[in-house]
């Protein structure tokens, strides 16, 4: 119940093409879904974040469709460019916690 | 510039060797991380401190310990009771250690097994 599925493992993107990751969850408590972005030996850093009372939160080139009912929520990134690549995580939390869930990564490539 | 330092970046352990990872930050925040990264696996948790003197266990904490004797500083010690340490280590801090607070992570130590 406090895993975090992430999808896929990998994902090879031409450049100016839609890069898609998508994370599921079981904890019906979870209110808070950040996604962090890791450069190749660099720690992550967060990149947006999504509440559950709303669909969407758009920023830029990235956006977070949430889907409360299907316990599902994805990671859009716009006109991807060479600069994206790196890997994504997804992550989980509730109130009254410190811990956060993280899924298992993304690594994305965007060809140039 | 604001932020976390991670020592050193690449460490390497002889077996039934101590070893200690250094993690400092200037950000002023109460609570501070370390998070261990496999290839493939998301990060876990081995310690959280939300104040000085004070930490607790994460959800892999054995073969580890840590100390925070003050308040930008929170090293991580990976014990020869570690049987598998080899992983990029991840410090990170966050303002109060409450919910849902972002997390500011260091460019990570690489421990690898001699």
């Known amino acids: 119940q406090q895993q975090v599925k992430q999808s896929p493992q990998s994902l090879i993107v031409q450049k100016g093409g839609i890069s898609i990751i998508n994370c599921a969850y079981e904890?019906?408590?979870?209110?808070?879904f950040p996604w962090y972005q890791q450069f190749p030996g660099k720690g992550p850093a967060l990149l947006i974040a999504?509440?559950?009372?709303?669909s969407e939160k758009k920023e830029g080139r990235f956006t977070i469709s949430f889907n409360k009912s299907a316990k599902q929520f994805s990671l859009h990134i716009m006109d991807s460019q060479p600069g994206d690549s790196a890997t994504y995580f997804c992550?989980?939390?509730?109130?009254?916690?410190?811990?956060?869930?993280f899924g298992t990564g993304t690594r994305l490539k965007v060809l140039a | 510039d604001g932020g976390i330092t991670q020592s050193p970046k690449y460490l390497f352990r002889k077996e039934g060797q101590n070893v200690t990872l250094s993690c400092e930050q200037n950000?002023?925040?109460?609570?501070m991380y370390w998070y261990r990264q496999d290839p493939g696996q998301g990060l876990r948790l081995i310690y959280y401190?939300?104040?000085?003197?004070?930490?607790q266990k994460g959800d892999i904490a054995e073969g580890y310990s840590v100390s925070r004797e003050k308040k930008e500083s929170f090293p991580l010690t990976v014990t020869s009771a570690q049987k598998n340490p080899t992983a990029f280590y991840l410090c990170?801090?966050?303002?109060?250690?409450?919910?849902?607070?972002?997390?500011?992570f260091g460019s990570g130590t690489q421990l690898s097994v001699l």
């Open positions: 990170a801090s966050s303002l109060t250690g409450g919910a849902n607070e972002k997390l500011f």
């Open positions: 904890n019906t408590a979870f209110d808070y």
């Open positions: 999504i509440r559950p009372d709303v």
């Open positions: 992550a989980a939390s509730y109130s009254g916690t410190y811990k956060y869930i």
């Open positions: 950000l002023n925040h109460d609570a």
């Open positions: 401190s939300q104040i000085v003197n004070d930490f």
